[in-house]
């Protein structure tokens, strides 16, 4: 976890990296429409293979140098592996790369950008190798935010922990599993509302408990990912009032699919079926979501609602078992669930989660132990796909609405081998590349239908459930709103005296 955005790929250093950089294009405010953002407009070729942004003016970066057509190739062209860039004034050395930035491997945007190029100091030309429907939308994601040059190349290895943007507030400190601070941009570029605050604090606060404690003793504002059973505690609470907005998410159990063991998709299959999702949603999420039956969201468009979703079925699932060879477990070793350590907006608690799975496995037969990490750790041994995996549990809020942002970044492995479910199957593969070289949405939605459809039909992955994501606040916090793509906006927030 760090602090620039090429590089990161979880929500907490999102949030923090939400309130000092921007992008190109922008999300409106509860929803993934397009805006304006450090781009004031852009162009289109006929052809679908050629983007040119219209740069706002007047803008600069927190450390005071200029944002311009220099510091977007600069930005973008670092995650390039083949940096076919130009830049305007005098070429600027873009350092070799420490860390690899997934996000932009596991797009396949090296397939996707052929050149970038700054024509003037406020226009900026992307010529693609391919007509990639989602481009636009994937510019207003984090890992395409701006950055200040000047600042990364003072220091490459230490901009993760000093970052500089243009956005409404700037950095200050970092105390390691403690706090991050920022400060009010005085210069912020945009005049309309905010940024009021004077002073945003990021607390670590690991227990959603001590968390919401924290909150109702009102050492702190606004409390994410609360435990469900304290929602009606807090709605109750006169000092407290609550947020909410259906999740763009999706809570998973996936396989570790290097594994010859999961590569039978009737031992999938047993799983799937044994599993009772509807129990975990009621009990844990405690009526906070609904269970899944596909991996994007019944909001987002190209969902199948023709997918029926696993039925809870013990029988079923010991059918499936015994096809797979181990009939009631018999010659099946004890595996790993691996089970997140942390609340994320799609898993509420992954530790309890985990343990009604394995005593659901355990009446087919299954034997099964909890295995976790603290979440960094989690998060890259996970990548890593070791053999002591069997099953892990993950999941994922969308970044800009597109369902390619959930069907192809996370379970076609084919693409790349940053996909964390590592699924791999060549069908599944043609349609996520369809599916980006289609410009027609009614179109694309069809095809993500027919990915949807193999997704039940191979069970890559165990769709849990979506969320519904609330949040308690203390009652002078005001204009604080939920995005659905999980970022915090804390621009046009400002307290009630």
Known sequence: MGLDPAYETDGNSFMVCDNIFEALVAYADESTQLE??????WDISADGMTYTFHLRKG?????????????????????????????????????????????????????????????????VVFKL??????????????????????????????????????????????????????????????????????????????????????????????????????????????????????????GYLSFNHTKKLWQDASMRKAIAHAINREAIVDNIYQGMGQVASNPIPPTMWGYNKEVPGF?????????????????????????????????????PEGLKVGVAMISDLSKIGIKAKIVSYDWGTYLKRQREQPDDMDLFQLGWTGDNGDPD??????????????????????????????GKQTVDQA?????????????????????????????PITKNVMNYKLHPTASVRMKDVWMQK
């Open 36 to 41: 304006p953002g450090l781009a004031e407009s």
């Open 59 to 123: 803008v600069k970066f927190h450390d005071g140098t200029p944002f311009n057509a220099d510091a977007v190739v600069f930005s973008i062209g670092r995650m390039m592996k083949e940096r076919k860039v130009k830049f305007l004034n005098q070429p600027l050395t873009i350092p070799a790369q420490e860390r690899t930035p997934e996000y932009w491997v596991s797009m396949e945007m090296d397939n996707t950008v052929d050149t970038i190029e700054a024509i003037d100091d406020y226009t």
């Open 129 to 250: 190798k391919r007509v990639e429907a989602p481009f636009l939308a994937n510019m207003g994601m984090d890992f395409a935010d701006i950055i200040s040059p000047t600042a990364f190349t003072k220091n490459p290895k230490e901009f993760v922990r000093n970052p500089v943007g243009t956005g409404p507030f700037k950095f200050v400190s970092w105390v390691k599993d403690d706090r991050i601070i920022l400060e009010k941009n005085k210069d912020y570029w945009d005049k309309k509302g905010g940024p009021y605050l004077d002073k945003l604090i990021f607390r670590s606060i690991p227990e959603n408990s001590v968390r919401f404690l924290e909150l109702k003793t009102g050492n702190i504002n606004i409390c994410q990912y609360p435990n469900p059973a304290d929602i009606p505690m807090a709605a109750k609470d006169k000092k407290l009032k609550l947020v909410s907005q259906p999740g763009m998410n999706i």
């Open 311 to 347: 039925k809870y079925d013990l029988d079923l699932a010991k059918a499936y078992l015994a096809k797979a060879g181990f009939p009631e477990g018999k010659g099946l070793p004890e595996i790993t669930l691996w089970s997140m350590p942390v609340p994320r907006p799609y898993n």
């Open 405 to 434: 942002n959930f069907l192809a970044v996370l379970f076609d492995g084919l693409a790349s081998s940053s996909i964390r479910t590592q699924w791999k199957n060549e069908q599944y593969h043609n349609y996520m590349l369809e």
């Open 443 to 471: 179109k694309r939605a069809e095809i993500y239908k027919k990915a949807l459809q193999l997704i039940y039909e191979e069970c890559p992955v165990i769709s849990i459930a979506h969320s519904t994501v609330i949040s």
